[in-house]
């Protein structure tokens, strides 16, 4: 099951690293061709026949005597780590929490017992995570469900001990980003950086306050990119990394090499409620548009296309609608004051790309639409009964979802 990364477990890990070494061997190749050569065997008298069976053998390979250092390459992470843990804080927050009793709606229960004062009612909760200074004065980004709906007061704890009380900017749950301010001035920052450009197999590091151990700082690599249909956020495009995410890390920064922020780590896949090596981050790209439209509005501005029913394309759905291929969307159902219907989109029409770039599923339809800035204009690659056509619609303003 997926796990917020910001829940509080109490679990034993033993944690192993291994670093596989290169070992070079500088004894002597033999093969079976050698070895018969070696044989009894007496070859022919004739000189020319002897020199050429003798240069048909295969040469032993020059072993080179200098050591080969496999890790030469490798970045210096001590020096990463080291300059951007200080950018990495501990956000606490104190939520109200309603509680209600299983016996509320038990109408025997109330007959004898009446409204029983305790059994429903309120309480405080609090919650541990990680956040990241993106600015010298004081904006920090974390997650949504780090600070909570409902907060009565969220504390941020520097790497140096500091504590300040937060103003919450706003949150946005359909990414799981918020973004906190507090009144303090150069601050240590971790520099932005292009998740876009990630990539398979390339080194990270996630570092945050897991178990309450601030500035933990653990290694590892990106497993995928474009992560989706998790159950996480509403609108998911997940950086997945194996570097150790764990209770306590949500809201914590994932560095690349160059030491720069490409992702905010928020949820693990796990069964145990511990670090299993697979963890997710929402990209840093997604996240700083989002910072941005919640400094400047208080809330996120998504596009929208009106009420549009797409559907994914199936093998059985793309012959139905003479599609080559299952790639892109096929609009189910569609509501006739849309802007969508109001630019001509119709029922059966196979959305394939919007703006040029490739609709290859339901989730990439959401995320390119809610992406796009609320009254631009946008173009539909569509194919309409086999035959491509391009449609301009203006995209409007999407609903705003509850804080």
Same mark, same amino acid.
């Given at each position: 099951?997926?796990?917020?990364?910001?829940?509080?477990?109490?679990?034993?890990?033993?944690?192993?690293?291994?670093?596989?070494?290169?070992?070079?061997?500088?004894?002597?190749?033999?093969?079976?061709?050698?070895?018969?050569?070696?044989?009894?065997?007496?070859?022919?008298?004739?000189?020319?026949?002897?020199?050429?069976?003798?240069?048909?053998?295969?040469?032993?390979?020059?072993?080179?005597?200098?050591?080969?250092?496999?890790?030469?390459?490798?970045?210096?992470?001590?020096?990463?780590?080291?300059?951007?843990?200080?950018?990495?804080?501990?956000?606490?927050?104190?939520?109200?929490?309603?509680?209600?009793?299983?016996?509320? %709606?038990?109408?025997?229960?109330?007959?004898?017992?009446?409204?029983?004062?305790?059994?429903?009612?309120?309480?405080? !909760?609090?919650?541990?995570?990680?956040?990241?200074?993106?600015?010298? %004065?004081?904006?920090?980004?974390?997650?949504?469900?780090?600070?909570?709906? %409902?907060?009565?007061?969220?504390?941020?704890?520097?790497?140096?001990?500091?504590?300040?009380?937060?103003?919450?900017?706003?949150?946005?749950?359909?990414?799981?980003?918020?973004?906190?301010?507090?009144?303090?001035?150069?601050?240590?920052?971790?520099?932005?950086?292009?998740?876009?450009?990630?990539?398979?197999?390339?080194?990270?590091?996630?570092?945050?306050?897991?178990?309450?151990?601030?500035?933990?700082?653990?290694?590892?690599?990106?497993?995928?990119?474009?992560?989706?249909?998790?159950?996480?956020?509403?609108?998911?495009?997940?950086? !997945?990394?194996?570097?150790?995410?764990?209770?306590?890390?949500?809201?914590?920064?994932?560095? %690349?090499?160059?030491?720069?922020?490409?992702?905010?780590?928020?949820?693990?896949?796990?069964?145990?409620?511990?670090?299993?090596?697979?963890?997710?981050?929402?990209?840093?790209?997604?996240?700083?548009?989002?910072?941005?439209?919640?400094?400047?509005?208080?809330?996120?501005?998504?596009?929208?296309?009106?009420?549009?029913?797409?559907?994914?394309?199936?093998?059985?759905?793309?012959?139905?609608?003479?599609?080559?291929?299952?790639?892109?969307?096929?609009?189910? !159902?569609?509501?006739?004051?849309?802007?969508?219907?109001?630019?001509?989109?119709?029922?059966?029409?196979?959305?394939?790309?919007?703006?040029?770039?490739?609709?290859?599923?339901?989730?990439?339809?959401?995320?390119?639409?809610?992406?796009?800035?609320?009254?631009?204009?946008?173009?539909?690659?569509?194919?309409?009964?086999?035959?491509?056509?391009?449609?301009?619609?203006?995209?409007?303003?999407?609903?705003?979802?509850?804080?």
């Amino acid at each position: 099951m997926f796990m917020r990364a910001s829940s509080i477990a109490i679990v034993f890990l033993v944690l192993t690293s291994g670093i596989i070494a290169g070992i070079v061997l500088t004894g002597s190749l033999r093969t079976a061709s050698t070895s018969e050569a070696n044989s009894s065997t007496e070859l022919p008298s004739n000189t020319s026949v002897q020199q050429d069976i003798i240069s048909q053998q295969p040469r032993e390979p020059k072993v080179s005597e200098q050591p080969v250092n496999l890790l030469a390459d490798l970045p210096n992470f001590s020096d990463i780590a080291e300059r951007t843990v200080k950018a990495v804080t501990t956000i606490s927050s104190r939520q109200v929490i309603r509680q209600r009793s299983p016996f509320d %709606n038990d109408p025997f229960f109330r007959y004898f017992f009446g409204d029983s004062p305790g059994m429903s009612g309120y309480r405080e !909760q609090s919650s541990l995570g990680s956040g990241v200074i993106v600015a010298s %004065n004081g904006y920090i980004l974390t997650n949504a469900h780090v600070v909570g709906r %409902n907060s009565r007061g969220v504390t941020v704890t520097l790497a140096d001990e500091r504590d300040y009380e937060a103003v919450v900017v706003g949150r946005d749950e359909s990414t799981d980003i918020a973004l906190l301010k507090i009144e303090a001035t150069e601050l240590p920052t971790v520099p932005w950086g292009d998740s876009s450009t990630l990539r398979i197999a390339q080194w990270v590091l996630a570092i945050g306050n897991p178990f309450q151990l601030n500035q933990t700082v653990t290694l590892g690599i990106v497993s995928a990119v474009g992560r989706d249909n998790l159950g996480v956020a509403r609108y998911e495009d997940f950086i !997945q990394t194996d570097a150790a995410i764990n209770p306590g890390n949500s809201g914590g920064a994932l560095i %690349n090499a160059s030491g720069e922020l490409v992702g905010i780590n928020t949820a693990i896949y796990s069964d145990s409620g511990g670090y299993q090596g697979v963890g997710f981050a929402v990209p840093s790209n997604l996240a700083r548009r989002i910072m941005e439209e919640l400094s400047d509005y208080g809330e996120v501005r998504r596009g929208s296309l009106g009420w549009v029913d797409v559907r994914p394309l199936t093998p059985q759905l793309a012959r139905e609608v003479d599609a080559p291929d299952t790639r892109g969307v096929v609009v189910w !159902q569609i509501h006739g004051q849309s802007a969508a219907a109001i630019s001509g989109v119709e029922p059966g029409d196979v959305i394939r790309s919007i703006d040029g770039q490739s609709v290859d599923d339901v989730a990439a339809f959401s995320r390119l639409i809610s992406d796009a800035e609320v009254d631009s204009t946008v173009t539909l690659g569509l194919l309409r009964y086999g035959r491509p056509i391009e449609l301009r619609i203006i995209v409007e303003r999407a609903r705003p979802q509850p804080r």
